[in-house]
C-alpha cells in the first residue's frame, strides 16, 4: 500500500536528515517542513479514493472493452429510492446501491425491493456520521458488521463490497476492513448531484467522462438525481452503452453466499 512506501520515504528522508545533523547544523525547520510534507501526503492520499494510499479500492474497470459502465447509487434507502427503482426498471438498467444501515432500518421494505428488482446491495456503514473518519478500528468494524447483518436478514445475502462514507480512507478503515473483508469500491465519475441542483450541469458532468468500464457515483437520496437518471439512461442507449452491475464490470463477487 501506498500509506507504508510514503512512510518509509518520509522517514529515511528524516533519518538521514538527523544523521546529517551530527556532522553539519541542520535547521529543525527542514523536519517540520517534511513532517509537513508527510501529513498533506496523508490528506490527499484519505481524500481520493482512487490513489489507492490506505486500501485498495476498485474504481473502474481500464481493461473493458465494450461499451458497459456501473452506476452506483448510495446513501439510500429512503422514500426516493422507489423513483430511481422505477426509472431503471423501465430502461431495463442494474444498478448497485451503497446502503446506510440505520436508513435500512428505517426503510427495510425499500431494501428488500432493491433485492427483488435485481440491484446488487453494498455496505456504507451504519451510521455515515460527519465522524467516522474519526472513529477507531473497533468502531468501524461495528458498524460495517451491524450493516451486513441488516442486508444478511433482509436479503438473505450478505455483501462484500464496502464504499466508505465520503470516500475516504484511513488506518481505521484499513485495519476494520483486515478483520471484516470487504473489498472498497470506488468509483471513477463524480456526479456532483450530492452538491449541485443544477441537472443539466450534472448530466453533462458524467457523459464528459464516459468511457467503457467506468464506474458513476450518483445518490438515490437527491429528488436531482431523478431527472439526471432518465436523461443519462436515454443518452446511454443511445451511445449503445449497457449498464451492467458492478460486480460484473469489475468481474467481483458481490455476495458472499
Ligand atoms: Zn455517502
Same mark, same amino acid.
Request: a positive charge; proline letters at 4%.
Given at each position: 500500500?501506498?500509506?507504508?512506501?510514503?512512510?518509509?520515504?518520509?522517514? #529515511? *528522508?528524516?533519518?538521514?536528515?538527523?544523521?546529517?545533523?551530527?556532522?553539519?547544523? *541542520?535547521?529543525?525547520?527542514?523536519?517540520?517542513? =517534511?513532517? %509537513?510534507?508527510?501529513?498533506?501526503?496523508?490528506? =490527499? +492520499?484519505? #481524500?481520493?479514493?482512487?490513489?489507492?494510499?490506505?486500501?485498495?479500492?476498485?474504481c473502474?474497470?481500464?481493461? /473493458?472493452k !465494450?461499451?458497459?459502465?456501473? %452506476?452506483?447509487? !448510495?446513501?439510500?434507502?429512503?422514500?426516493?429510492?422507489?423513483? @430511481?427503482?422505477? @426509472?431503471?426498471?423501465?430502461?431495463?438498467?442494474?444498478?448497485?446501491?451503497?446502503?446506510? +444501515?440505520?436508513?435500512? &432500518?428505517?426503510?427495510?421494505?425499500?431494501?428488500?425491493?432493491?433485492?427483488?428488482?435485481?440491484? &446488487? =446491495?453494498?455496505?456504507?456503514?451504519?451510521?455515515?456520521?460527519?465522524?467516522? !473518519?474519526?472513529?477507531?478500528?473497533?468502531? *468501524?468494524?461495528? /458498524?460495517?458488521?451491524?450493516?451486513?447483518?441488516?442486508? /444478511?436478514?433482509?436479503?438473505?445475502?450478505?455483501?462484500?463490497?464496502?464504499?466508505?462514507p465520503?470516500?475516504?480512507?484511513?488506518p #481505521?478503515?484499513?485495519?476494520?476492513?483486515?478483520?471484516?473483508?470487504?473489498?472498497?469500491?470506488?468509483?471513477? =465519475?463524480? #456526479?456532483m448531484?450530492?452538491?449541485?441542483?443544477?441537472?443539466q450541469? @450534472?448530466?453533462?458532468?458524467i457523459?464528459?467522462?464516459?468511457?467503457?468500464?467506468?464506474?458513476?457515483?450518483?445518490? !438515490?437520496?437527491? %429528488?436531482?438525481?431523478?431527472?439526471?437518471?432518465?436523461?443519462? %439512461?436515454?443518452?446511454?442507449?443511445?451511445?449503445?452503452? /449497457?449498464?451492467?452491475?458492478?460486480?460484473?464490470?469489475l468481474?467481483?463477487?458481490?455476495? &458472499?453466499?
Amino acid at each position: 500500500m501506498k500509506h507504508l512506501i510514503a512512510r518509509i520515504f518520509f522517514l #529515511s *528522508v528524516l533519518g538521514l536528515l538527523a544523521l546529517w545533523s551530527f556532522f553539519a547544523p *541542520v535547521s529543525g525547520w527542514y523536519f517540520v517542513f =517534511i513532517l %509537513l510534507l508527510w501529513f498533506v501526503t496523508n490528506i =490527499i +492520499g484519505s #481524500s481520493f479514493i482512487q490513489y489507492n494510499y490506505h486500501v485498495k479500492a476498485y474504481c473502474s474497470n481500464p481493461s /473493458e472493452k !465494450d461499451q458497459k459502465i456501473a %452506476l452506483t447509487f !448510495d446513501d439510500g434507502p429512503n422514500e426516493n429510492t422507489l423513483q @430511481i427503482l422505477e @426509472i431503471l426498471k423501465t430502461h431495463n438498467a442494474k444498478a448497485t446501491f451503497f446502503c446506510i +444501515g440505520k436508513n435500512i &432500518e428505517k426503510h427495510p421494505d425499500i431494501l428488500r425491493k432493491i433485492a427483488q428488482d435485481g440491484h &446488487e =446491495i453494498g455496505n456504507h456503514s451504519y451510521s455515515h456520521s460527519d465522524f467516522f !473518519d474519526f472513529y477507531r478500528k473497533d468502531r *468501524v468494524t461495528k /458498524e460495517l458488521k451491524e450493516t451486513d447483518n441488516l442486508i /444478511e436478514e433482509i436479503t438473505g445475502k450478505k455483501p462484500t463490497f464496502f464504499r466508505p462514507p465520503y470516500g475516504v480512507t484511513n488506518p #481505521s478503515i484499513r485495519r476494520a476492513l483486515a478483520i471484516t473483508k470487504h473489498k472498497v469500491i470506488g468509483w471513477n =465519475i463524480r #456526479s456532483m448531484d450530492g452538491i449541485s441542483k443544477n441537472t443539466q450541469a @450534472i448530466f453533462n458532468r458524467i457523459v464528459r467522462q464516459l468511457s467503457p468500464g467506468s464506474v458513476v457515483l450518483l445518490h !438515490d437520496t437527491r %429528488l436531482e438525481t431523478n431527472v439526471v437518471l432518465e436523461q443519462l %439512461l436515454l443518452s446511454l442507449a443511445e451511445k449503445n452503452y /449497457e449498464v451492467v452491475p458492478t460486480a460484473q464490470l469489475l468481474n467481483l463477487k458481490a455476495y &458472499e453466499n
